[in-house]
Nanobody, 126 residues
């Protein structure tokens, strides 16, 4: 059974850092692209970042480029999202998601992903 479980969320101050983890099981991570998404109440889910299955190419939304870094450790079946210089507008529920297949590139469109974690709250506030 394919599962994704997010961890590492919580409260951070503006300018602070958090690292989210997406622990996966039930599939071979090196054959899946992984995306991170976020959602606030009343808004659509938006793409944050993704890392492709083949070559590990990455994509970032403009709002997080230069502050967030996505990485993967296939041996640990885990994908990370390092979030630095956090801003109050980064407050949201963050989700990781997976789509199977060997792709050089990935997309940060929610409709492209088949499997989702349950989400984890990130709050940036002083």
């Amino acid at each position: 059974q394919l599962q994704l479980v997010e961890s590492g969320g919580g409260l951070a101050q503006p300018g602070g850092s958090l690292r989210l983890s997406c622990a996966t099981s039930g599939f071979s991570l090196d054959s899946y692209s992984i995306g991170w998404f976020r959602q606030v109440p009343g808004k659509e889910r938006e793409g944050v970042s993704c890392i492709s299955s083949s070559e590990g190419n990455t994509v970032y939304a403009g709002a997080v480029k230069g502050r967030f870094t996505i990485s993967r450790d296939n041996a640990k079946n885990t994908v990370y999202l390092q979030m630095n210089n956090l801003r109050p507008e980064d407050t949201a529920v963050y989700y990781c998601a997976a789509v199977g297949g060997l792709y050089r590139l990935c997309m940060i469109r929610p409709a492209e992903y088949d499997y989702w974690g349950q989400g984890i709250q990130v709050t940036v506030s002083s």
